[in-house]
């Protein structure tokens, strides 16, 4: 058996607004002897995701929330350093969840083998995880986008953006314009991953560009922002467009009271206009040959993507507080 200790970082406090480093804590316990059926992952990669904001509040969203005290279950990819799982050997790569050094799993539950893809072990943390298969079943399912038609793309310099704009342009899409915060993103979404435009919603002119850009109106919208979002796009909408509602990162810190509605819902009748929630891991069975197909993406140099790395599990809170000030720019992992 491994002896020593494992960190985990569980929620301190239910998070009202905004979160901080505050509301969390580091535990420091000792590794459990393994039972039989379970086994031992040492985390390499764990993931900032805005989703898991929505489950650190009182209030429930498409999982039930967590509980102060208890470990927040972020995405991670680590190494299986002991196994008494007749599926899994010690050396083996896997994609799991959990914020802590090290994971005790029984094999259930999100915990996949990492296939040797010749791509690196992060990317299955981002690209080739959770924010990529987001990007892939939400044009591919949610969506069903088809070549020749025009994508609006909101947050589309985050993991899930960029590649959601990315694959719609490889897969045909006439026009794929994104929306982000600040030049060098909008610059690096046109110069880099291939977008047609990109408008600054920082930008003093904003709106006059997105109303510009939009005469010609949109059968998509991949939606990772929230209601206002939305709303804005609706007018724009073409007849029978869909739209992918993906993330919501600037409503996450909101009660539902305090989150800006919809309004123009006129546009669903005379447009005939579907809008559809996406939880990813409704698609799973179909991640192998996604992942496959991307990674082959990736090498071939196709789909670009931007990681930001820091170091130590007590990195983690101040980098996910990050999410919420417009500091990101690509996918955040905390390497162990």
Known sequence: MTAGNMERIVLARHIVGAPTPDDFRIETLPIPELAEGQLLIANRFISCDPGTRSRLSPGASYAPPLQPGQMVDGFAVGEVIESRHPKFVAGEKVMGTGWATHMVSNGRGYLAKVPDLDVPLSLWNGILGVPGMT????????????????????????????????L????????????????????????????????????????????????????????????????RALPVMRMKGRIVISGQVADYNLTPQEAPGIHNTREFIGKRLRMEGMVVFDDMPGFPTAQAELAGMIRAGQVKYREEIFDGLASLPAAFSGLFTGQSFGRRLIRM
């Not at 399912?141 to 953006?161: C, D, K, N, W």
């Not at 919603?201 to 979002?229: C, H, I, R």
Request: hydrophobic share 45%; with cysteine.
């Open 135 to 166: 990007s892939w079943f939400g044009l591919k399912r949610v969506a069903q986008m088809q070549a020749g038609e025009r994508v609006l793309v909101t947050s589309a310099a985050g993991p899930v953006g960029a590649t959601a704009g990315q």
């Open 168 to 231: 719609a342009k490889i897969w045909g899409a006439s026009n794929v314009t994104g929306i982000a915060g600040g030049a060098e993103k909008c610059r690096w979404l046109v110069e880099e991953c291939g977008f047609d435009a990109a408008l600054d919603y920082k930008a003093a002119d904003f709106e006059t560009q997105f109303a510009e850009a939009s005469k010609d109106g949109w059968d998509v919208l991949f939606d990772n922002v929230g209601n206002a979002s939305v709303d």
